[in-house]
Nanobody
Framework: VQLQASGGGLVQAGGSLRLSCAAS????????MAWFRQAPGKEREFVAA?????YYADSVKGRFTISRDNAKNTVYLRMNSLKPEDTAVYYC???????????????????WGQGTLVTVSS
């Protein structure tokens, strides 16, 4: 299984970006696909996930929207009202063994993409 993330870039504060993550070699229709991020000098943190419904970190709720196209085996992350503190490398992740109580834990995901850099300037 491979996950290919794309869509990162440089944007001004208040702007928007849409990230995409396409999975190949496997499907996750009954599993979860998610986004995590890691800012310089910080630990990786959960951003959002989709498994039958949407899950969000409090820091992005109301600004980010995760969606999923099962036909394309792709998950998207629409990021609006971006802030400088959203600057990070964003990673997509997927797994078929995810349960609701662990959906925000990176260690429960089996597959990871290569990351895409999002830089928000002030």
């Amino acid at each position: 299984v491979q996950l290919q993330a794309s869509g990162g870039g440089l944007v001004q504060a208040g702007g928007s970006l849409r990230l995409s993550c396409a999975a190949s070699g496997g499907t996750f229709r009954n599993g979860a696909m998610a986004w995590f991020r890691q800012a310089p000098g910080k630990e990786r943190e959960f951003v959002a996930a989709f498994r039958w419904t949407e899950y969000y970190a409090d820091s992005v709720k109301g600004r980010f929207t995760i969606s999923r196209d099962n036909a394309k085996n792709t998950v998207y992350l629409r990021m609006n009202s971006l802030k400088p503190e959203d600057t990070a490398v964003y990673y997509c992740a997927a797994g078929n063994r995810i349960i609701q109580s662990t959906i925000g834990e990176g260690t429960t995901y089996d597959y990871w993409g290569q990351g895409t850099l999002v830089t928000v300037s002030s």
